[in-house]
């Protein structure tokens, strides 16, 4: 190990290892913006860790930055020495010199990596702002899903890292020299004709607000205050296990309850769950997935990660005919909010209005595909993400902390199977399909029903489970974000994959932690592990665990859609695909 003294103690550090880690093991802080340690990621580019440093045998002191210094035998490092300080309070207004002042109308606002940074800098003055310079940098809005502005871009290049190596789309670059340098679109001008599938995971690593979803809190209230509308809210498996986050519960707290309370105070109409909808694709999947296997087609991927759908149809479109064509849970329950449930109701369906709450960025796409609409209007009408959501309660005055929890009351559309609920985890879709394929082709249920095989955290997970009967052993495989995604599709194309079934879930981790959840500072996915946790608790307390023991979804199916994959379902709940 290496001797060096760090604030004044002794210390010890590894070779190779930087200032920078070496104090935080310490625990000793040093500001950062532009590092990110979970995805090993240190350009150098924000100059924010200024340290000084007195070497052995040099009598200046040196001011070098934490990030990429590596500590050496005889180093005196001083992070908060009066030149130290004022080193990295000079850095940081350097920083705010193209960035926009005004934070209250930021989306980052109170959740910002740069306002702590000038908080913990002790900013009094931006002598340097050039309000003219900043105004003139670009911001993007062509996009029904992102927004990329860069007048608060702060060139940390987290977003250009996570979209190349980890999601590997590449849809990202920086582009431009000095201070007109900018994160560009890589060859493109604007979105749609960009690579970018608007997963959301370069908006998860962003320290300040300069990407984001596009907000549409204003249209969900104009739709909540308008007495000719009826309101019907959904929302997504994983957002009762995240959402208590943004109002400061602990990880993994099941908010199922309060978020039905929070939409009723808000003046919602209806309250569906999307877990509902779930049971209902595995319904349509499941007896998609089987004909096909009787037609010896083979792979399936599962159809309902709308940043899948997008990765799929803009880099692989050779691979679209193996899509399942059911629709996600989303579009599933918007549809049938407008079909089934009018006449349930007693209302005119061009009064329903569908809000969804999803902690994806994508479905805001999925909602506006065209596909996906009927009469020129689409299915679902609003998609707020999870940080939209928390934002819309807190325009309301509601902490949702202080909400008592309500139960879903509807006849129709929110009862949910156990099966339905994990479908926001990598593996969840895929464990609920095999429940209820077991259960036609056997005519029994799946003595064990947990299939843990299928669970983890692996990149990709493969098995082999035998479904019985005339089927016999299914091979199948779970993936969970696009770097993974792009390495197996791969192989599927050059015949070097040999599976009947493969889940996608473009987020790593699945829905838990997509990328319209919340965002945490200095840190990369924390969090997965205790919201899967929940999740699967949810499947064993829940009363019914497989799709089609779902008493709602058995009465869709008697009143309305007639068999799984009957002409009705399929006009009403598949869909197609565009290269
Ligand atoms: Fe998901 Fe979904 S599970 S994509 O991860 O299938 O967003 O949670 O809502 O639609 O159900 C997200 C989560 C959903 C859909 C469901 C699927
Ligand atoms: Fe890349 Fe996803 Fe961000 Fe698009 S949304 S730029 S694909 S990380």
């Known amino acids: 190990t290496i001797a060096l003294i760090l604030n004044g103690t002794d210390c010890r550090g590894f070779p190779n290892e930087t200032i920078l880690a070496c104090a935080r093991r310490h625990d000793i802080y040093v500001p950062t913006l532009c590092e990110l340690d979970d995805i090993d990621h240190t350009p150098g580019t924000c100059r924010v860790c ?29 992070t908060r020495s009066r030149k130290a300080r004022e080193m990295q309070r000079l850095q940081v207004e350097l920083l705010m010199a193209d960035h926009l002042q005004d934070c209250a109308t930021c989306i980052r606002h109170g959740d910002c990596e740069l306002q702590d940074l000038a908080q913990f800098v002790g900013l009094t003055e931006n002598r340097f702002f050039d309000r003219a310079r900043t105004e003139a940098r670009p911001i993007d809005l062509t996009s029904p899903a992102m927004v990329r502005d860069m007048r608060r871009c702060v060139r940390c290049q987290r977003c250009v890292a996570i979209c190349r190596h ?61 007495p000719d509308i009826v309101t019907v809210v959904q929302f997504a498996p994983a957002v009762r ?42 319904m ?10 009787k037609e010896r087609r083979r792979p399936t991927f599962t159809s309902c990660c709308p940043a899948w759908i997008n990765f ?8 679209l005919p193996f899509l399942s ?36 960025v994508a479905k805001k796409d999925e909602a506006a595909r065209p596909q996906l609409t009927r009469d020129g209007l689409p299915d679902t009408d609003v998609v707020l993400t999870t940080r939209e959501f928390a934002r819309l309660l807190r325009r309301e005055g509601i902490d949702l902390k202080h909400l008592a929890p309500s139960a879903f009351d509807s006849p129709w559309m929110a009862e949910y199977s156990g099966a339905g609920a994990i479908f926001g985890t990598t593996g969840g879709v895929m464990e609920a399909a095999l429940r209820t394929i077991y259960a036609i082709v056997n005519g029994r249920e799946l003595d064990r029903i947990e299939l843990t095989q299928l669970r983890g955290f692996e990149g990709v997970r493969e098995a082999r489970v035998d479904l019985g009967g005339a089927v016999g052993e299914v091979s199948v495989a779970m993936v969970h974000g696009l770097g993974g995604t792009r390495a197996l599709v791969e192989k599927v194309l050059a015949g070097e994959a040999d ?81």
């Open 499 to 579: 599976y009947d079934f493969i889940e996608v879930m473009a987020c790593p981790g699945g829905c838990v932690d997509g990328g319209g959840s919340l965002r945490s500072k200095q840190a990369y996915l924390p969090l997965a592990l205790k919201r899967r946790e929940t999740i699967y608790n949810v499947d064993r307390a829940a009363k019914v665990r497989q799709s089609h023991n779902n008493p709602q979804v058995q009465a869709l199916y008697r009143d309305f859609l007639g068999e799984p994959n009957s002409a009705t379902a399929h006009h009403l709940l598949h869909t197609s695909y565009e290269d």
């Open 325 to 360: 064509s059911t629709r996600s849970p989303q579009q599933v329950l918007s549809t049938v909010a407008k079909t089934y449930l009018p006449e349930k109701l007693g209302v005119d369906p061009a009064r329903i209005r569908v809000i969804s709450i999803m902690p994806c």
């Open 50 to 78: 200024l340290v000084e440093i007195v070497q052995a045998g040099r009598d200046e002191a040196q001011i070098v930055t934490a990030c990429n210094t590596p500590v050496r035998e005889g180093m005196e490092v001083r």
């Open 312 to 319: 799929a149809e803009i880099h692989y479109p050779e691979i």
């Open 166 to 226: 980890h999601q590997q789309v590449d849809a990202l670059a920086m582009e431009g020299t000095g201070l007109d340098r900018v994160v560009a679109l890589r060859d493109a001008d604007d979105y749609p004709s960009s690579a970018c599938v608007s997963c959301g995971q370069c908006v998860l690593v962003c320290p300040t607000g300069a990407l984001g979803e596009r907000d549409e809190t204003d249209l969900a209230l104009d739709y909540i205050c308008d």
């Open 241 to 282: 296990v995240a959402f208590g986050e943004e109002f400061g519960m602990p990880a993994g707290t099941n908010v199922e309850g309060q978020i039905v309370a929070a939409c009723r105070k808000i003046g919602i109409d209806v309250v569906l769950d999307t877990n509902f909808a779930a049971d209902v694709v595995i």
């Open 284 to 293: 349509e999947e499941g007896t998609e997935l089987l004909s096909r296997l």
